[in-house]
């Protein structure tokens, strides 16, 4: 009995489709992949475009190697009751949170940091050969 899955309908699956929770199915099956969103080799916005739908034909197609789908195993949660998929679902763009300004700060902050101490060394360099007697 432990090792049933439990069975989930559709709707209840899609609302599992942001970064912090995310599930998809794939032949059939419900995987909680939100640990695995930061290793995918794909990153995570190919996880988060397949959730709300059936993501068997998305996972076939990119020709996953078989160590990936024997990883999957372990993010495996339950079924998915086949009724309730709708037959044809529009797109919904993924919900993901606000853009990380920090990070922009932090490349300005790196690349200054690289760039003043040359320009120091440049400025020093010119005032040596201007002042230079000859």
Same mark, same amino acid.
């Given at each position: ?5 439990? !069975?989930? !309908? ?8 942001? *970064?912090? +929770? ?9 995987? +909680? ?8 080799? =794909?990153?995570?916005?190919? %996880? ?17 190697? +078989?160590? #990936? ?9 339950? $079924?998915? +009751? #086949?009724?309730?998929?709708? #037959? ?6 993924? $919900? @993901? ?15 200054? @940091?690289?760039?003043?101490?040359? %320009?120091? %060394?440049? %400025?020093?360099? =010119?005032?040596? $050969?201007? *002042?230079?007697?000859?």
């Amino acid at each position: 009995m432990a090792n049933e899955k439990k !069975v989930f !309908v559709f709707e209840e699956v899609a609302k599992h489709s942001v *970064t912090k +929770d995310c599930w998809i199915i794939i032949g059939g099956k419900v995987y +909680d992949v939100t640990p695995f969103m930061d290793e995918h080799p =794909g990153g995570d916005e190919v %996880l988060l475009a397949v959730t709300g739908k059936d993501a068997t034909a998305d996972f076939e197609d990119i020709g996953h190697s +078989d160590s #990936a789908r024997e990883m999957m195993e372990k993010y495996h949660i339950g $079924q998915i +009751d #086949a009724s309730t998929i709708p #037959a044809k679902r529009t797109y919904v763009n993924p $919900q @993901q949170a606000p853009h990380n300004v920090e990070k922009d700060n932090d490349l300005v902050i790196k690349i200054l @940091q690289f760039l003043v101490p040359i %320009l120091i %060394l440049g %400025l020093a360099f =010119g005032i040596r $050969q201007y *002042t230079k007697s000859e």
